[in-house]
DNA sequence: CCCTGATTCGC
DNA sequence: GCGAATCAGG
């Protein structure tokens, strides 16, 4: 694929609003997150805190095949750090574009206090996966929000409203945003129940 | 381990 | 100009 107009509009795009270059590259398909990087810095947005700031300091290191390396350069700026303003919106790490499936942690807020979301596993689900889930959940890795990619486990446990709050983040199963155990009970073969009529 | 961006260099 | 390989870090 080659850099259209188009391409790079949207790389501009994302790029600017905090997207990582491997959702760009994703999102453009047919390129890979170095190759979005590498564009980027050609394009001279290297740096998402281009404005009037100064450019980023080079970093120095590459020892390889480098022959013709001056002299290592001072830092005039100690402690004016760069600044990460690249802040993304947790929406962004919780809501993968492709996995939408129905996480009953984002569902609203909830009040402390106030009666929990219906937990899926309070309902009437196969008492095997039910018991799989309480397995799991001891090994869960209980991670925050923010740490959550599109290999972890989304399947929040506790109450949001308080700090017994966590999401799974076991590995998940392939195309599914959930482990195994969760997937188990987020994704109900829709006939565990009996049906009144038949 | 997963991920992030940064840089180099052969093409 | 392009992007894989590599580097450096979280």
Same mark, same amino acid.
Not at 50 to 61: N, T, W
Not at 116 to 121: A, C, E, F, G, V
Not at 146 to 171: I, N, Q, S
């Given at each position: 694929? %080659?850099?259209?107009?188009?391409?790079?509009?949207?790389?501009?795009?994302?790029?600017?609003?905090?997207? %990582?270059? %491997?959702? !760009?590259?994703?999102?453009?398909?047919?390129?890979?997150?170095?190759? #979005? !990087?590498?564009?980027?810095? /050609? @394009?001279?947005?290297?740096?998402? =805190? $281009?404005?009037?700031? +100064? $450019?980023?300091?080079?970093?120095?290191?590459? =020892? =390889?095949?480098?022959?013709?390396?001056?002299?290592?350069?001072? +830092?005039?700026?100690?402690?004016?750090?760069?600044? /990460?303003?690249?802040?993304?919106?947790?929406?962004?790490?919780?809501?993968?574009?492709?996995?939408?499936?129905?996480?009953?942690?984002?569902?609203? !807020?909830?009040?402390?206090?106030?009666?929990?979301?219906?937990?899926? %596993?309070?309902? *009437?689900?196969?008492?095997? =996966?039910?018991?799989? #889930?309480?397995? !799991? *959940? +001891?090994?869960?890795?209980? @991670?925050?929000?923010?740490?959550?990619? *599109?290999?972890?486990?989304?399947?929040? #446990?506790?109450?949001?409203?308080? *700090?017994? &709050?966590? &999401?799974?983040? @076991?590995? #998940?199963?392939?195309?599914?945003?959930?482990?195994?155990?969760?997937?188990?009970?987020?994704?109900?073969?829709?006939?565990?129940?009996?049906? /009144?009529?038949?």
């Amino acid at each position: 694929m %080659s850099w259209t107009d188009e391409r790079v509009e949207l790389l501009k795009k994302m790029w600017g609003e905090g997207q %990582s270059a %491997s959702q !760009i590259a994703k999102e453009l398909g047919g390129v890979t997150r170095n190759a #979005v !990087i590498g564009k980027v810095h /050609r @394009l001279g947005l290297s740096n998402r =805190a $281009a404005g009037g700031a +100064k $450019a980023a300091e080079p970093k120095e290191k590459p =020892a =390889a095949a480098a022959a013709a390396k001056p002299a290592p350069k001072p +830092k005039p700026q100690p402690k004016t750090e760069p600044a /990460r303003p690249a802040t993304p919106p947790p929406a962004a790490a919780a809501s993968a574009p492709e996995t939408k499936a129905a996480i009953p942690a984002r569902k609203q !807020i909830i009040p402390a206090g106030q009666p929990l979301p219906p937990q899926p %596993s309070a309902n *009437e689900i196969s008492p095997e =996966a039910l018991a799989k #889930v309480n397995e !799991i *959940e +001891k090994k869960a890795k209980k @991670l925050t929000l923010m740490e959550l990619t *599109e290999r972890t486990c989304k399947w929040p #446990v506790g109450d949001p409203a308080t *700090e017994d &709050f966590w &999401f799974c983040g @076991l590995p #998940v199963q392939q195309g599914k945003p959930y482990c195994e155990a969760h997937v188990g009970v987020a994704f109900q073969p829709m006939s565990a129940r009996r049906d /009144r009529k038949r």
